[in-house]
């Protein structure tokens, strides 16, 4: 089985998540079950169908969580010697060369990523395009609606 990349920011993270799914939410979906079987008749009660679903994502979440930090390799980004080499865990400056809009994303592992935040998955189509590449590289890539091209105006490793 491979390991998947992860930064060791976004392990912290999920840690976190994991801890406050087992010591806060469990117990408290759990005390919403017990108190939603005091009601009684369980076949028509809501409060109780209600909390065992909840139950069951948590308990699906945490599963997941679980599987996925036992087959991550943590990587310290503050550790990456890349220069200004686009790899694993680079933040990349880029500047849009039709509108030229500027945007900066870090390239993490796929459990970390969240394009809110502008942390794109390394399995990406815009991350394999920047991977070994470097700053002053033009690039295009086939986006959801259409090719996008950019130049990158900055690497860094500041985690």
């Not at 912290?12 to 009601?39: F, Q, T």
Request: net charge negative; no cysteine; charged share 30%.
């Amino acid at each position: 089985m491979s390991r998947a990349p992860i930064t060791k920011k976004g392990s912290e993270r999920l840690k976190a998540e994991l801890e406050r799914l087992k010591s806060v939410d469990r117990p408290r979906i759990i005390a919403a079950i017990a108190e939603a079987r005091a009601h009684g008749d369980l076949k028509e009660n809501a409060e109780y169908h209600a909390a065992r679903e909840q139950q069951s994502f948590t308990e699906g979440r945490i599963a997941e969580l679980e599987g996925a930090l036992s087959t991550a390799e943590v990587i310290d980004v503050a550790r990456l010697a890349a220069g200004t080499r686009v790899v694993f865990g680079a933040t990349v400056d880029l500047e849009d060369e039709d509108s030229g809009e500027a945007v900066t994303y870090q390239i993490v592992g796929d459990l970390e990523a969240d394009i809110k935040q502008r942390l794109i998955a390394v399995s990406s189509p815009i991350a394999r395009a920047l991977i070994g590449k470097s700053a002053g590289d033009s690039f295009e890539f086939k986006a959801p609606n259409g090719v996008k091209r950019y130049e990158i105006t900055g690497v860094n490793y500041d985690a």
